[in-house]
């Protein structure tokens, strides 16, 4: 009788993933002909190569340009800050869309999408978070690649897409038929901030940082572009490089007994996700005719960093896998790397894992292909 009841059950299940694999795919080819591009706005959580170029302008080494970074889907460093492919990759992939090519480190057509992401990218201008430097020898981050900048390069780029002489239609509609993400915005923000600034000083910068990217998608949307993905924060305050900064200040009551984050860190990032949702819903009402969505990035983090096991991780969910020991990085010279990355969330001091990506990347899309999104 058991017996029965379990094969039952398995049979069900096993039926019902069957099925959601036929939608999957059924949705992609959809999404194939939906979506002629991608465009990505955002810093190195979605950045796939221009951190190289933007750091050698600066004279600044790159650690991701060294193995083993892009060794577990790549087999060579490709400039992004991980082992392997990042959401905006799987998105990419699932929706028939080549992966996007980095636009600084690039030199072919940019008609089925591009990359304005750099690694250590903010949402504010460079110049507000220098103001007071000692200027001779004064660190040059964070670099001078803000969304601003980003959007600079987008436009910059706009003619060669879509040629003006066709006239303007041609690019609304161009851009209509394109996916565009905006961010992940504010990590750098607000980490600079950390160097410098009390949490009650940055946590009044937020309406300023959501204020920078609903302008950005404003300026999207009078380009033609109708479907947009805003992510919002990491927890932050789970970040071993966060953790790190504040490992000589923080006391026990600072942290998440349950999980062992920082908690103002963390409610910083849940005040920035609360402030850019509420703005996205007042740019969707001003926009009807575009899709604005969020993106949580923090809940799948949190899941992952709650419940290890049901992911496939060990248990010391905030120990990186590449980097150590000591202060050496990832990509130094005589850095460990663990030898399982698909067991770790973080792989460095600040990025998460391909497999982590791919665990997000999927909950992403169950929200850009689910048919309440009215443009897919
Ligand atoms: C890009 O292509 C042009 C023409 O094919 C070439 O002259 C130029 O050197 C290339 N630039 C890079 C960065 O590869
Ligand atoms: C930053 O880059 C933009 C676009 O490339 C440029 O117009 C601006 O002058 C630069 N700002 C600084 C401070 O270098």
């Known amino acids: 009788m058991t017996m029965l009841w379990l094969s039952a059950v398995v049979s069900l299940l096993l039926s019902s993933s069957l099925h959601a694999a036929g939608a999957g795919a059924g949705a992609s080819s959809l999404s194939v ?3 002629d591009a991608i465009f990505s706005f955002g810093d190195s959580f979605a950045d796939t190569g221009n951190n190289p170029v933007v750091f050698s302008w600066y004279s600044v080494f790159d650690p991701v340009t060294r193995p083993p970074y892009g060794s577990t889907f790549f087999g060579h460093p490709t400039g992004r800050n991980c082992d392997g492919r990042l959401v905006v990759d799987f998105v990419a992939e699932r929706l028939g869309v080549p992966l996007l ?6 030199n072919g057509s940019f008609r089925r999408g591009a990359n304005f992401a750099v690694g250590a990218a903010t949402a504010l201008d460079s110049s507000i978070f220098h103001a007071g430097d000692p200027p001779p020898g004064a660190s040059p981050f964070p670099v001078n690649t803000s969304l601003g900048v980003q959007l600079g390069w987008f436009e910059s780029l706009k003619p060669s897409l879509c040629s003006t002489t066709q006239g303007k239609k041609k ?20 980490e600079f901030f950390f160097r410098k600034k009390s949490m009650e000083e940055i946590r009044s910068f937020v309406p300023y940082i959501i ?9 999207l949307i009078k380009h033609g572009a109708k479907s947009l993905v805003v992510p ?8 071993p490089l966060i953790l790190a900064i504040f490992a000589d200040q923080a006391g026990p009551d600072d942290y998440d007994p349950a999980t062992g984050c920082l908690k103002a860190q963390n409610e910083l990032a849940i005040l920035h996700n609360s402030l850019l949702q509420q703005s996205l819903l007042n740019l969707q009402a001003r926009h009807p005719d575009a899709s604005i969505v969020y993106a949580d990035f923090f809940s799948p983090i949190m899941e992952m960093v709650r419940s290890p096991g049901k992911f496939g991780f060990e248990d010391d969910i905030l120990t990186i896998c590449c980097g150590g020991p000591g202060t050496a990085l990832c990509g130094d010279q005589g850095a460990i790397t663990c030898e399982d990355p698909s067991a770790r969330l973080f792989w460095d001091v600040v990025h998460m894992t391909e497999v982590a990506y791919r665990y997000i990347a999927e909950d992403w899309l169950r929200i850009i292909e689910s048919p309440g999104n009215k443009i897919i």
């Open 101 to 106: 090519p980095p636009f600084l480190a690039y």
């Open 171 to 190: 690019c609304k509609d161009f851009f209509g038929r394109s996916l565009f993400f905006v961010g992940e915005f504010g990590f750098n923000d607000y």
């Open 232 to 239: 919002g924060m990491t927890p932050s305050g789970c970040t």
């Open 33 to 35: 002909r939906r979506y």
């Open 211 to 219: 204020e920078t990217i609903s302008i950005a998608i404003e300026r």
